[in-house]
């Protein structure tokens, strides 16, 4: 029988690791009355005190996701990734949300943790500046406010709405985008909340956090133009904007010379932007880190949003 306010923690990855060692010690430790934590490795771990496991074999992220909820027992599912850990407020801040019948669903910030390394610290300070846009609000904010778009590293959400709407199975990054368009089409709310917290160690720089957004990128540029409902934003094309300012800037100024001194005013005001944002991390060991991996961001994405947006399907 579900118990009103009880949460179960649904956890997917591929193999046992410390991180999923770290998110399972976490979400013992949390200041919550009711919950059930559930692991969704791809073979079988062996067993863990106190945790439900249930190997899925190797499936994508929402596929685990939906095997998980129908061995859910709470009235909310909440889901976390592996290589990330709540704070230990996390359930108990979440459900506070739900008071509102209308609420779906609601999340929060993804902090970097403190003993991450200067690499990694750098990757996530770029995804909480505001050079990449909205997402530092997630950041930012004093109080809870609307959301359409909300991660899965950190999305709580009613049961009986998530067995209506499905975690989409095909797609991966971009199915949480797809699950709050579902909840968008029932009509209901969800919220970003600041004081729901988790930490979020981030692959670190360069390559590792360029080949995420890369992926991230090409997923929002398809999705831009086949969901459009909560894709299809200004912010998502600015950095494709830039690429392609600096690749029609260069072919301009060459037949054009006086343009030279339009393009560069204009890369000196970017340039300037990143540094303002870079110089705002306080910390002078990431300064470089972050001003240069903020340009390689945001040209990284933005070729391949234009990549996504000219797909007609992404195959994995």
């Not at 060692?21 to 200041?31: A, Q, R, T």
């Not at 506070?96 to 996530?124: C, H, R, W, Y």
């Not at 809870?144 to 998530?162: E, G, L, Q, Y």
């Not at 800037?249 to 006086?258: A, E, K, R």
Request: glycine fraction near 8%.
């Amino acid at each position: 029988m579900i118990k009103s306010g009880s949460v179960s923690i649904i956890i997917p990855f591929k193999e046992y690791n410390e991180f999923v060692k770290e998110c399972i010690e976490g979400c013992k430790s949390l200041d919550y009355h009711d919950f059930e934590i559930i692991l969704l490795p791809d073979h079988s771990i062996g067993d863990i005190e106190g945790v439900k496991i249930v190997p899925t074999g190797e499936e994508t992220p929402g596929r685990k996701r939906n095997i998980g909820v129908t061995h859910a027992r709470g009235e909310y599912c909440a889901f976390i990734d592996d290589d990330a850990y709540p704070r230990g407020d996390w359930l108990r801040n979440a459900i506070k949300s739900f008071s509102d019948p209308e609420v779906a669903a609601t999340g929060g910030p993804g902090i970097t943790p403190l003993n991450d390394n200067l690499m990694q610290n750098a990757s996530g300070y770029i995804l909480s500046s505001f050079m990449v846009g909205g997402l530092s609000s997630r950041y930012d904010e004093k109080k809870a406010k609307i959301s359409d778009d909300i991660h899965s590293c950190n999305f709580i959400t009613r049961k009986s709405v998530v067995e209506e709407v499905l975690w989409n199975e095909k797609y991966w990054p971009g199915e949480d985008t797809l699950m709050c368009r579902g909840i968008n089409g029932l009509g209901k709310k969800m919220l970003e909340d600041p004081n729901v917290v988790i930490y979020h160690h981030r692959r670190p720089l360069f390559i590792p956090h360029l080949r995420q957004l890369s992926r991230f990128g090409m997923h929002r540029g398809f999705f831009a133009k086949k969901f459009p409902e909560n894709s299809l934003k200004l912010t998502y094309f600015i950095p494709s904007l830039l690429v392609l300012l600096l690749v029609v800037g260069s072919v301009l100024s060459y037949f054009y010379p006086s343009f030279r001194m339009i393009l560069f005013g204009m890369i000196s005001i970017y340039i300037g932007l990143a540094f303002v944002s870079a110089f705002l991390s306080r910390d002078i060991k990431m300064i470089l880190p972050v001003l240069f991996g903020t340009i390689l961001t945001h040209l990284t994405y933005g070729v391949y949003f234009l990549v996504g947006l000219c797909k007609k399907e992404l195959v994995r």
